[in-house]
Each structure stands twice: as structure tokens, then as C-alpha cells.
């Protein structure tokens, strides 16, 4: 298994940027495929971005296509995720997780991911 802790969350304006992070510990980071969702009040968990083993494939939520950017270093054994013009509709907690489901597609439903962060809270104020 493996252990996730994210970092990076934080109040900011709207239009701004904050970059979070996901450490994971473990010897076999590069084997799982790892994601970012996000929960608001009142809403469901809800799929953001993922990035497949190797760093060279992503896929986007509509809501978040051009403004998040996803990254790995897989020798630092850390995701990142990158906001940028950030807005109110943004704000939630978000977490890490990690999957090792491969069916050939992306990993878009919570259930797929075994291992979760305890989340990192982003604020977007207006």
C-alpha cells in the first residue's frame, strides 16, 4: 500500500494560483496511476484530473481543462497540481489518490482508487 499526504491548499483571490502537492511513501510509486478530486459542501466527490504511470498521458474535467495542469516526478515519488485562474466555484477540499486499475481507459470514478490523501482545503474567494 501506500501512504499519501497532500500540502499546498490555502485561501486565495479569485484569479489567482496555488500549486498543490502529494507526497507518497513506498518503493512502487511509479506503478500506480494517481488523480486529484475535489468535494464542495453539499456535493459529491467529484473527478478533476488524472495522469497515467509514466507522467505522459493526462485527462481533464471540463470544468478544469486549461486552467489545472497535472505533473509527476516520480523520482521525488510526488503529484502535483497546478491552479491557475482560480475561481469561487473552485473551492473545496481536494485529494490525492492513487490507483493501480488499468483497463485501458482513464481512471475517472473514486472507486477505482484504493488509496487516498486526507485532503487539503482550497478556498477561492471573490
Known amino acids: 500500500q501506500v501512504q499519501l499526504v497532500e500540502s499546498g491548499g490555502g485561501l486565495v483571490q479569485a484569479g489567482g494560483s496555488l500549486r498543490l502537492s502529494c507526497a507518497a511513501s513506498?518503493?512502487?510509486?511509479?506503478?500506480?496511476?494517481m488523480g486529484w478530486f475535489r468535494q464542495a459542501p453539499g456535493k459529491e466527490r467529484e473527478f478533476v484530473v488524472t495522469?497515467?504511470?509514466?507522467?505522459?498521458?493526462?485527462y481533464y474535467a471540463d470544468s478544469v481543462k486549461g486552467r489545472f495542469t497535472i505533473s509527476r516526478d516520480n523520482s521525488k515519488n510526488t503529484v502535483y497540481l497546478q491552479m491557475n485562474t482560480l475561481q469561487p466555484e473552485d473551492t473545496a477540499v481536494y485529494y490525492c489518490?492513487?490507483?493501480?486499475?488499468?483497463?485501458?481507459?482513464?481512471?475517472?470514478?473514486?472507486?477505482?482508487?484504493?488509496?487516498w490523501g486526507q485532503g487539503t482545503q482550497v478556498t477561492v474567494s471573490s
Open positions: 489518490a492513487a490507483s493501480r486499475v488499468d483497463t485501458g481507459s482513464y481512471n475517472i470514478a473514486p472507486s477505482q482508487y484504493a488509496y
Open positions: 513506498g518503493r512502487t510509486f511509479s506503478q500506480y496511476v
Open positions: 495522469v497515467n504511470r509514466s507522467g505522459g498521458r493526462t
